[in-house]
């Protein structure tokens, strides 16, 4: 075996257990984060094995999905939703498993808590019942989504059986314009792959552009990873990760750090390591983006207008049905159009700087009359941060409410749905139709570019409102 | 789980010209609430199927009576976005024992090889091809070969190959199951974690 090895191969080589010929690799995971909506039939498959999970300590489950964004105190209203979670409850009870369910102050969306509390770090193999499990490959660590059966085969081995990805190494140079935030980045890689141009490849983030990025970030970039269809994606980790997880509640302390820390070091690509696909872009050309189609391929920088079917790759017919949903046509520009909801939150932006980011944009404004706003930070944690550091006031006196944390309209298991035809900005990761509510149509967008929404009622460049404060 | 054996599949197919299918499409989020593995198939597609006063929507396949069978076929990306098992269990529900497309999204194409339903990915030209025998005739068989790891349209005697790896393979036509394979290693998986501080 070649001494040179990318990132990527040094986590996967060495949590490989077992290799199986013509098959996929066995692979041990560190841990498995489970949550209350692809859980249950997974443990109702053990008990019919009359199995217990084999490692409840490297196993976490919180409730995020499926759970209400106001009264929290009190008892969820939906009779399957309240059965969801009590049945997760039962389960993490009967089989040792630490569990943050609503109203625990650890609570909060499985991507957001498990970085928060140190669950999550560099090296570590790492898988959920959601897609957006890439989210923790910022630290550096093999991060995937799974499916129910694949949670019950964690739960009860500890390992998956998965074949090995390709490699792929994304590179943005160069440095940003001021504006443009990690979820432009991740938007605009996502337009220039589409939704399948990553399909079968793990992606390693490098270049400038994510060396100065900070680890919210970074977790906003990997998290959008599986949106151009790659298993996930990963960022060696450096300084900024390492300061960033010292110190959390689950990271290793005292010698054990110092230990891990010798390891975490190892963690890079080697220089003349090889990738099956390397891409290059220019970081300082990309503009805020916005989608404006029924899946996250379908971006462009905010001041563009959508493109026509015969500049599209793929079929014309395709991409027609999902301007037709939009109810947009072909060379409309986005800017000015009237929005009726803004959904500031989820697992990409639902932390604590992309509060900050929507509090500069409104802070002396008022939320337009027409906006209805959804703003529902990712954890507690986010929440008391929201509070302390004086945000929520910049946003009650611009006329908002902040909700309780949850996946919410991220995927609309709740209440928060848009209405049918309704137009909703949101920072969340999916525009697929009915994505946020039946007939409802979703523009992809950062929180910056979230915020210019809420206060304008229609899309907006918010550079345009960002100089006025810094004009002023 | 043990699941049913696949071996050689003969059947009609419904045929679904688009591209992209993501699982939010093929189940919605508001479908995921139950905690048993039962009823998805009713609510396969629901939002493309039902308009919202749940009367069938009369321009959508399944809703369609010439058109029938246990193949699905797909556009190019079939299963992208969420990795919800639910998506896979809806097909399986409803019916179908395949899936063919010029292109699968990864965790999607592995949810169905867990509960025995076959991804197989065929070339773009061959789809079409596929596409046009439906056209011409709703009633047209195929055959999906899993021994043979083929698709024939029978109408023309055409086929085409499809890649899954060896061990797959071997699991669906016998119907072993990935969880009992690993329970046999434990062993060895035992040892390993004790190697691993943490
Ligand atoms: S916020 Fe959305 S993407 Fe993230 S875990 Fe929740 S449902 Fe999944």
């Known amino acids: 075996m070649s001494a040179t090895k990318t990132l990527f191969d040094k986590v996967w080589d060495s949590h490989v257990v077992h290799q199986i010929e013509n098959g996929p690799d066995v692979l041990f995971i560190d841990r498995h984060m489970v949550h209350e909506v692809t859980s249950p039939v997974a443990f109702l498959g053990l008990k019919n094995r009359g199995i217990r999970v084999m490692h409840p300590e490297k196993t976490f489950a919180t409730a995020d999905h ?28 009967e089989y040792g498993i630490s569990y943050w369910g609503l109203g625990h102050e650890k609570n909060g969306i499985v991507h957001v808590v498990g970085p928060e509390y140190g669950i999550t770090l560099p090296g570590a193999t790492i898988v959920c019942g959601d897609s957006h499990t890439s989210t923790h490959g910022a630290f550096g660590a093999i991060a995937f989504g799974i499916g129910t059966s694949e949670v019950e085969m964690v739960l009860a081995t500890q390992c998956i059986m998965q074949p090995k990805p390709k490699r792929m190494r994304i590179n943005i140079t160069g440095e940003l314009q001021y504006g443009v935030t990690p979820k432009d980045v991740a938007l605009f890689i996502i337009s220039q792959l589409t939704t399948s141009g990553a399909t079968g490849y793990f992606v390693e983030y490098a270049g400038d552009v994510f060396k100065n990025m900070t680890m919210e970030g970074r977790m906003t970039v990997c998290n959008l990873s599986i949106e151009m269809g790659a298993r996930g994606g990963m960022i060696a980790p450096d300084e900024t990760t390492f300061h960033y997880i010292k110190g959390r509640e689950f990271t290793p302390k005292g010698e054990a750090w110092d230990k891990a820390m010798d390891y975490w070091q190892t963690l890079y690509t080697d220089p003349d390591a090889i990738f099956d696909k390397k891409l290059t872009f220019d970081g300082s050309l990309i503009e805020p983006m916005i989608t404006y189609g029924t899946n996250p391929g379908m971006g462009m920088g905010i001041k563009n207008d959508i493109p026509t079917a015969d500049m599209v790759q793929g079929g014309a017919s395709t991409y027609k049905k999902s301007l037709q949903y939009m109810k947009f046509d072909e060379g409309d520009s986005m800017i000015g159009k009237p929005i009726d909801f803004v959904f500031l939150g989820s697992c990409t932006n639902g932390r604590i700087e992309d509060f900050r980011a929507f509090a500069s944009i409104v802070k002396g404004r008022k939320k337009a009359d027409n906006v209805t706003a959804w703003l529902v930070p990712g954890s507690h944690k986010v929440e008391s941060a929201i509070k302390e550091e004086g945000i929520l006031d910049i946003l009650t006196d611009a006329g908002f409410e902040l909700r309780e944390p949850g996946c919410s309209a991220c995927l609309a298991m709740n209440d928060d749905k848009v209405p049918p035809g309704k137009l909703a900005v949101s920072t969340s990761n999916r525009n697929f139709e009915g994505r946020q509510g039946p007939g409802s149509r979703t523009l992809l967008a950062s929180p910056l570019v979230a915020a210019a929404a809420a206060v304008t009622g229609k899309v907006t460049d918010p550079r345009e409102l960002m100089h006025e404060i810094v004009a002023g | 789980m043990a699941y049913d054996k696949f071996t050689t599949l003969t059947s009609t197919a419904v045929p679904l010209p688009i591209e992209n299918v993501d699982t939010d499409q093929i189940i919605p989020a508001r479908f995921l609430k139950a905690t048993e593995r039962k009823g998805f198939g009713d609510n396969l597609f629901r939002d493309w199927r039902y308009n919202q006063d749940n009367s069938p929507k009369e321009d959508f396949v399944l809703n369609h009576s010439k058109y029938s069978g246990k193949i699905l076929v797909g556009g190019k990306n079939f299963g992208s976005g969420s990795s919800r098992e639910h998506a896979a269990w809806a097909v399986y529900d409803y019916g179908f024992r395949c899936v063919i497309s010029s292109f699968f999204a990864d965790i999607f194409r592995g949810n169905c090889l867990n509960i025995g339903v076959l991804p197989a990915q065929v070339s773009a030209e061959f789809l079409q091809k596929i596409f046009t025998a439906i056209d011409t005739d709703p009633n047209a068989k195929f055959e999906v070969s899993l021994i043979e790891q083929k698709v024939t349209i029978l109408a023309t005697g055409e ?30 998986i035992q040892e390993f974690a004790t190697s691993r501080p943490l």
């Open chain 1, 66 to 93: 499926n759970t209400p964004t106001i009264n929290q105190h009190l008892p969820v209203a939906d009779p399957l939703s309240a059965n969801q979670l009590k049945m997760l409850e039962e389960n993490a009870n």
């Open chain 2, 159 to 188: 086929s085409e190959s499809f890649d899954i790896n060896h061990y797959k393979k071997d699991n669906m036509t016998n119907g072993f199951d990935d969880i009992d394979y690993l329970l046999n290693i434990k062993g060895k």
